[in-house]
């Protein structure tokens, strides 16, 4: 709304940060497709839009497994500054041995 109570359309460009064409990948993401064949996910519908339902625990434990074994799984293999700046902090990273208790 504007100030004096009009509508205006303003884009959102560049939401969520991020490489843009990992975003385009959805199911072809290489995390996508190690984690499809464990389950533990189901698409549904509420209304008119698409959603995944999932056991966020189940799903944690198995992103930490992957993340383990691929540190570089949520970057796109591509040369994008992002995914290149995003490669240069895994330096400084690893993957906690152990998930916090729940």
């Known amino acids: 709304m504007t100030i004096d109570g009009q509508e205006e359309e303003v884009p959102i460009v560049d939401y ?7 975003y385009g990948q959805r199911k072809d993401a290489a995390y996508f497709r190690k ?3 464990l389950g533990l996910y189901r698409e ?4 008119e839009a698409s959603v995944s339902v999932l056991d966020v ?9 992957a ?12 040369a994008c500054a992002r995914c290149a700046q995003g ?4 330096t400084q990273w ?9």
């Not at 969520?16 to 990992?22: H, N, S, V």
């Not at 625990?57 to 497994?65: D, K, L, S, V």
């Not at 993340?67 to 591509?78: N, Y």
């Open 67 to 78: 993340l383990s074994e691929d540190p570089e799984l949520l970057l796109h293999k591509s």
């Open 94 to 102: 690893s993957v906690p041995k152990t998930l916090p208790a729940s």
């Open 87 to 90: 490669r240069s902090r895994l």
């Open 57 to 65: 625990r189940e799903f944690t434990r198995a992103m930490h497994e």
């Open 16 to 22: 969520p940060g991020g490489c843009r064409e990992w």
């Open 44 to 47: 549904s519908k509420v209304g």
């Open 35 to 37: 984690l499809e064949p």
